[in-house]
C-alpha cells in the first residue's frame, strides 16, 4: 500500500536509516491500528462502538505492552526487529500515557516502531503476521 500512496504522490521511499525513531512510532500507531481494523471489520459482524471497542483491547499502551512481552519471551523477532523495537523502547517520547506507566508506554513505543519501519519498508505481511501473532498475548 505504501508504495501506490509513493505513487500518486510523486515521492520515493525514504532511506529508513534517516526517519526519527518516533516518526517511525508515530507511522507504526496508525499502521498497527489499520491492521487490527481490517482484521476485525472483515472477519465479524460488528460495527460501530462495538468494532471500535474490539480493536480498542489491543492498541491500548497496556495492551500493546503485554504483546510486546509475549513476542519477545515467545522469540517472535528476528535480531533486525528486535534492534527496532529497542530503539523504540529507548526513544524519549514527548509524552507518557496517562493509562500506561513509563515502562508500558516505552514497550508500546518500540512495537510501534517496529510496525513502522516495517509498514514503510514494503513489509506489511510481517508486520501483520507480528500482530496477528501478538493478538493472543492481549488476552
Excluded: C, W
Excluded at 510523486?10 to 498497527?32: F, K, M, N, W
Excluded at 472477519?43 to 462502538?49: A, P
Amino acid at each position: 500500500m505504501e508504495e501506490k500512496i509513493r505513487s500518486i504522490f510523486g515521492i520515493t521511499a525514504p532511506d529508513l536509516r534517516q526517519v526519527p525513531v518516533l516518526t517511525l512510532a508515530y507511522v507504526g500507531d496508525s499502521a498497527y491500528e489499520l491492521i487490527l481494523r481490517t482484521y476485525f471489520a472483515e472477519t465479524t459482524t460488528l460495527h460501530g462502538k462495538a468494532l471500535h471497542d474490539k480493536v480498542q483491547r489491543y492498541v491500548t499502551a497496556k495492551a500493546q505492552a503485554k504483546i510486546t512481552d509475549g513476542l519477545l519471551q515467545a522469540g517472535e523477532l528476528s535480531e533486525t526487529e528486535l534492534s527496532l523495537f529497542k530503539r523504540g523502547k529507548n526513544s524519549h517520547p514527548e509524552t507518557i500515557s496517562k493509562h500506561a506507566s513509563a515502562a508500558e508506554y516505552l514497550k508500546a513505543t518500540g512495537l510501534e516502531t517496529l510496525i513502522g519501519y516495517l509498514y514503510l519498508s514494503g513489509e506489511t505481511k510481517r508486520a501483520a503476521q507480528l500482530v496477528q501473532k501478538g493478538m493472543q498475548y492481549a488476552e
